[in-house]
């Protein structure tokens, strides 16, 4: 059974960092892509970054671009999602999700359409001071 499990959110002062977990079971990293996405209350689902470490792509959205930093430990089977000079507007829920093969990540991060193989709980990050 593919499993994901996100940790490592809080409650963050604006420029200050957090690293979120996403620790897989039940599958192997080498086979699947990751992605972060992000959830505000009243806004729409967002792709932040994803990951493809089998071929060594990723892609992040522009809101998060030089701030954040997408890396996969396979050994260990867990993606993270390093966020530094964290801004108010980054407050959400943060979802990781699983799709098999190598996608395009770009396009894994913005085609709301696409059908992921696994989601995790979500884990909450509040930017405020």
């Known amino acids: 059974q593919l499993q994901l499990v996100e940790s490592g959110g809080g409650l963050v002062q604006p420029g200050g960092s957090l690293r979120l977990s996403c620790a897989a079971s039940?599958?192997?990293?080498?086979?699947?892509?990751i992605g972060w996405f992000r959830q505000a209350p009243g806004k729409e689902r967002e792709g932040v970054s994803c990951i493809s470490s089998s071929v060594g792509s990723t892609y992040y959205a522009d809101s998060v671009k030089g701030r954040f930093t997408v890396s996969s430990d396979n050994a260990k089977n867990t993606v993270y999602l390093q966020m530094n000079s964290l801004k108010p507007e980054d407050t959400g829920v943060y979802y990781c999700?699983?799709?098999?093969?190598?996608?395009?990540?770009?396009?894994?991060?913005?085609?709301?359409?696409?059908?992921?193989?696994?989601w995790g709980q979500g884990t909450q990050v509040t930017v405020s001071s």
């Open positions: 039940g599958f192997a990293l080498d086979y699947y892509a």
């Open positions: 999700a699983a799709l098999r093969g190598s996608p395009n990540v770009e396009a894994m991060c913005i085609m709301p359409s696409l059908t992921f193989d696994s």
